[in-house]
């Protein structure tokens, strides 16, 4: 059963931006560490940025640093992914993931994450 539904994805062209939203069901996004993944078909899947239960830190991959930006309200449940400058090896489909750690303790990526969305497609044309 999905736990969360993302929403935000499109077309955009290289440089532009967009904002991914992840909404919970069932669950309060502040009791768990939640991360952002994207996934191309026949790669693997990449950790993109996670962010603490307590939202005293926030990892990012390399790949993404200082151009996207994770974020939360908590009155809405939901988490967002802030995106700027985008590049065409962003195309991906991103899922949100809830993990039963409250931290992103490193390596983020590799924590066990229990509930994940369907995904939403972001495209970014050169």
């Known amino acids: 059963q999905l736990m969360f539904v993302e929403s935000g994805g499109g077309l955009v062209r290289t440089g532009g931006s967009l904002r991914l939203s992840c909404t919970a069901n069932?669950?309060?996004?502040?009791?768990?560490?939640i991360a952002w993944f994207r996934q191309v078909p026949g790669k693997e899947r990449e950790g993109v940025a996670c962010?603490?239960?307590?939202?005293?830190?926030?990892e990012y991959a390399d790949s993404v640093k200082d151009r996207f930006t994770i974020s939360r309200d908590n009155v809405k449940n939901t988490v967002f992914l802030q995106m700027n400058s985008l590049k065409p090896n962003d195309t991906a489909v991103y899922h949100c993931?809830?993990?039963?750690?409250?931290?992103?303790?490193?390596?983020?990526?590799?924590?066990?994450?229990?509930?994940w969305g369907r995904g939403t497609q972001v495209t970014v044309s050169s």
């Open positions: 993931a809830a993990s039963p750690f409250r931290e992103c303790v490193y390596p983020w990526a590799s924590l066990p994450f229990d509930y």
């Open positions: 069932q669950f309060t996004v502040d009791r768990h560490a």
């Open positions: 962010i603490s239960a307590t939202d005293t830190s926030t």
